[in-house]
């Protein structure tokens, strides 16, 4: 049996002994010892099968590199003089302690559980592993590594409305050292919901306004007749950035009444549990454009004049019609200087 660093061996020593691993930190010196021979031994070293062409030193069995890089990564081999029999072999790892991970939880499964994920912001070049340790209540919980997520764990709530605070400890552990960062929470804080499901959105027949949205919650989510959801709805035409939305209580349907006739849509819905946690992040964006007559008739098609600015309340309401809304920007300028009965003339004209 072949592992790898053996397998490495074969190709370099065409000799399959097991080497041992050396790991070092980037920019420090490093001394590679030849076995346990003594100080007045002589031995010549290969890396790789071939010459050390990095700077070193030789100190009788021992081998001495100067602030060491990933360059100096590879397989040492030495061999002592003047038979040159192979004494040691030893793989050496340049790498870095690994610094404090970044930690979030968040509970997608309310009020079954919740899951903490970490990453690491910089490399650590050689294998790093995260020890997890999660305490309420004095307690220590029981964590699950996630078998499709790496990096990822699960914990169950112990209890449900529960008002002491989750502490969790992340460690990060390789050869050269180790780091935690520990996070404490209220279980109220970390849920958000996946996003809603199977978006979809459909023109109504002979209406050029209308939009009908409807989608499913998360299947995620296991308890939804106890933990209801809230939606948000957001929709624009593509020809717009400004959104427009719609917050909805315990219905996965609506209809948008104030679509552009002919405009292509855009259109997103985010989820959140109606009492505590965050909003979802938005689904998976759907488009869809309203019914139009056919055949097209050409004068329809001319540009529609889009307002440039909406009044940017959070939450307009759906069926504010957009047409009622005073032109805006130049032409609203330019009209306020012509009397009424001029303007009956040019709405005349341009109709
Ligand atoms: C030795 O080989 C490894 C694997 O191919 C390579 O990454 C490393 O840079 C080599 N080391 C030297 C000192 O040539
Ligand atoms: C986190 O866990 C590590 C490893 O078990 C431990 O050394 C460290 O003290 C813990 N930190 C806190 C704040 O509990």
Not at 54 to 80: I, K, M
Not at 195 to 201: G, I, L, N, Q
């Amino acid at each position: 049996l072949c592992n790898l660093t053996e397998y490495a061996c074969c190709i370099y020593c065409y000799n399959c002994k097991v080497a041992r691993n050396q790991y070092e930190r980037m920019g420090s010196d490093v001394t590679m010892q030849c076995g346990s021979l003594d100080n007045d031994a002589s031995v010549s070293w290969k890396v790789n099968g071939t010459d050390v062409k990095a700077q070193h030193r030789l100190e009788g069995p021992r081998l001495v590199l100067n602030e060491v890089d990933l360059g100096h990564n590879g397989l040492y081999s030495c061999f002592q003089n003047p038979h040159g029999e192979r004494r040691d072999t030893i793989y050496l790892h340049i790498g870095i302690p690994p610094r404090d991970p970044t930690v979030t939880c968040r509970s997608n499964t309310y009020p079954k559980g919740f899951y903490c994920s970490w990453h690491q912001l910089h490399p650590t070049y050689i294998p790093t592993t995260f020890e997890v340790d999660v305490q309420h209540n004095q307690r220590s919980l029981e964590v699950q590594k996630d078998p499709d997520h790496k990096n990822r764990c699960r914990v169950r709530f112990p209890e449900v409305f529960s008002s002491y605070p989750y502490k969790v400890n992340v460690t990060a552990v390789n050869a050269l050292g180790k780091a935690s960062t520990t996070i404490s929470f209220e279980e109220s804080s970390i849920v958000k919901p996946d996003p809603p499901e199977r978006v979809t959105a459909t023109p109504i027949r002979f209406n050029a306004r209308r939009l009908e949205v409807s989608w499913q919650s998360p299947a995620t989510w296991p308890d939804i007749d106890n933990f209801p959801l809230k939606y948000f709805l957001r929709y624009r035409p593509l020809i717009r950035e400004q959104w427009q939305h719609v917050e909805l209580s315990d219905s996965t349907s609506h209809t948008i009444t104030d679509a552009y006739a002919g405009k292509e849509y855009i259109i997103q819905v985010a989820a959140k549990d109606t009492e505590i946690g965050t909003w979802s992040d938005w689904s998976v964006a759907v488009h869809a454009t309203p019914w139009i007559e056919d055949p097209l008739p050409i004068t329809s098609t001319t540009e529609v004049d889009f307002p440039t600015e909406t009044k940017t309340s959070p939450i307009p309401s759906s069926n504010a019609p957009q047409k009622a809304e005073p032109p805006v920007g130049r032409a609203a300028r330019l009209l306020t200087f012509f009397s009424p009965l001029l303007l009956g003339m040019l709405l005349l004209f341009m109709w």
